[in-house]
């Protein structure tokens, strides 16, 4: 007999939008359903990006168990297809301890091929990721981009220029294949098998989400985001390295332009000016924000709900339409 489907909550929402503190209200507390949450946020992987990531505290992760989080170095990749395959055995692994898996955050394109399936691009050979990064180095992002944009303007549209793994990724697909990576996405609204999607969308006026962003990037330097920064950067990591490209930590660096530590190998520095990271680091924010609202609108079935500042409100919503799914 085949197992019967998981049932996962799949709850997500822009940036600031209030997930952290209505999954606290919603789950592990006396009385109610208990719950373990599968973070859907591709930079909370990473390890020592606290504060501008917007983690859960460890009280809060004490309260309501919290997975794929904190399980990579910044300088290490993680992608869809790591994410999708350690999505797949915490749900299951959770629902077998009676609990409802909830996977949630902001990354779309995550939440995309969780719900839908991978993509079947080809895997690439060395040799030609090999070239790439040669040619990345001695051209510069610019110029790869600009020949992806001949080549996959699907793809060029999406991937910002500072991306590098996700350009690189492109371009060897196209250059093994013959084809463009966006010609081996998934298309189909047909959801995969094996789990039983509940799909909630949270919601919010965009004068109001954006009031929150600023706000929430005034409380992350007010927690100390430039030590943080200070603290990665110390240890090594720039934006050279995957973790360090993320909205909140790329806008502190800025191109080094002492000839003498350019020679001894040291192509970045911390931006003096702690005002205007925070200004840049707000927009930046706001500018995610909207390109998030527009991809989570192409996601099949998603029951939208707004959210509020009353937590308990928008929770007895939410509960409400899981009773009715």
Same mark, same amino acid.
């Given at each position: 007999?085949?197992?019967?489907?998981?049932?996962?909550?799949? &709850?997500?929402?822009?940036?600031?939008?209030?997930?952290?503190?209505?999954?606290?209200?919603?789950?592990?507390?006396?009385?109610? &359903?208990?719950?373990?949450?599968?973070?859907?946020?591709?930079?909370?992987?990473?390890?020592?990006?606290?504060?501008?990531? /917007?983690?859960?505290?460890?009280?809060?992760?004490?309260?309501?168990?919290?997975?794929? @989080?904190?399980?990579?170095?910044?300088?290490?990749?993680? +992608?869809?297809?790591?994410?999708?395959?350690?999505?797949?055995?915490?749900?299951?692994?959770?629902?077998?301890?009676?609990?409802?898996?909830?996977?949630?955050?902001?990354?779309?394109?995550?939440?995309? #091929?969780? @719900?839908?399936?991978?993509?079947?691009?080809?895997?690439?050979?060395? /040799?030609?990721?090999?070239?790439?990064?040669?040619?990345?180095?001695?051209?510069?992002?610019?110029?790869?981009?600009?020949?992806?944009?001949?080549?996959?303007?699907?793809?060029?549209?999406?991937?910002?220029? #500072?991306?590098?793994?996700?350009?690189?990724?492109?371009?060897?697909?196209?250059?093994?294949?013959?084809?463009? &990576?966006?010609?081996?996405?998934?298309?189909?609204?047909?959801?995969?098998?094996?789990? #039983?999607?509940?799909?909630?969308?949270?919601?919010?006026?965009?004068?109001?989400?954006?009031?929150?962003? #600023?706000?929430?990037?005034?409380?992350?330097?007010?927690?100390?985001?430039?030590?943080?920064?200070?603290?990665?950067?110390?240890?090594?990591?720039?934006?050279?390295?995957?973790?360090?490209?993320?909205?909140?930590?790329?806008?502190?660096?800025?191109?080094?332009?002492?000839?003498?530590?350019?020679?001894?190998?040291?192509?970045?520095?911390?931006?003096?000016?702690?005002?205007?990271?925070?200004?840049? /680091?707000?927009? +930046?924010?706001?500018?995610?924000?909207?390109?998030?609202?527009?991809?989570?609108?192409?996601?099949?079935?998603?029951?939208?709900?707004?959210?509020?500042?009353?937590?308990?409100?928008?929770?007895?919503?939410?509960?409400?339409?899981?009773?009715?799914?």
């Amino acid at each position: 007999m085949e197992a019967s489907p998981v049932t996962v909550l799949v &709850l997500f929402g822009p940036t600031a939008s209030g997930k952290t503190r209505l999954l606290l209200e919603l789950f592990n507390s006396p009385g109610k &359903l208990q719950a373990e949450v599968i973070s859907a946020d591709s930079m909370q992987v990473y390890r020592g990006m606290d504060i501008g990531t /917007a983690k859960p505290s460890a009280d809060e992760r004490r309260r309501l168990p919290h997975h794929l @989080i904190d399980i990579r170095d910044p300088n290490e990749q993680f +992608n869809a297809g790591d994410f999708v395959r350690l999505a797949d055995k915490t749900c299951v692994e959770t629902a077998s301890r009676g609990k409802l898996p909830v996977v949630s955050g902001g990354t779309g394109f995550y939440l995309k #091929n969780f @719900i839908l399936g991978l993509s079947e691009a080809p895997s690439c050979g060395a /040799a030609v990721r090999g070239q790439l990064k040669q040619e990345l180095a001695e051209k510069g992002s610019a110029a790869l981009m600009e020949e992806l944009a001949l080549c996959d303007l699907v793809s060029a549209g999406r991937i910002h220029i #500072n991306d590098e793994y996700r350009m690189l990724r492109a371009l060897e697909v196209y250059r093994s294949s013959g084809k463009p &990576l966006s010609s081996f996405e998934v298309n189909s609204n047909v959801k995969r098998s094996g789990f #039983n999607f509940i799909i909630i969308g949270l919601s919010r006026p965009r004068e109001e989400l954006y009031r929150r962003i #600023n706000q929430r990037c005034d409380d992350m330097f007010n927690l100390g985001l430039p030590d943080e920064v200070r603290s990665l950067f110390d240890a090594g990591y720039t934006p050279d390295d995957p973790g360090l490209r993320a909205i909140g930590y790329r806008e502190f660096f800025i191109k080094e332009d002492d000839e003498e530590k350019l020679s001894a190998g040291k192509k970045w520095k911390l931006s003096k000016d702690i005002e205007g990271v925070k200004a840049l /680091a707000a927009q +930046n924010s706001r500018r995610y924000a909207k390109r998030q609202i527009t991809f989570f609108a192409g996601l099949p079935d998603v029951n939208w709900i707004e959210a509020d500042d009353d937590h308990a409100k928008t929770a007895k919503l939410i509960l409400d339409k899981i009773k009715i799914l």
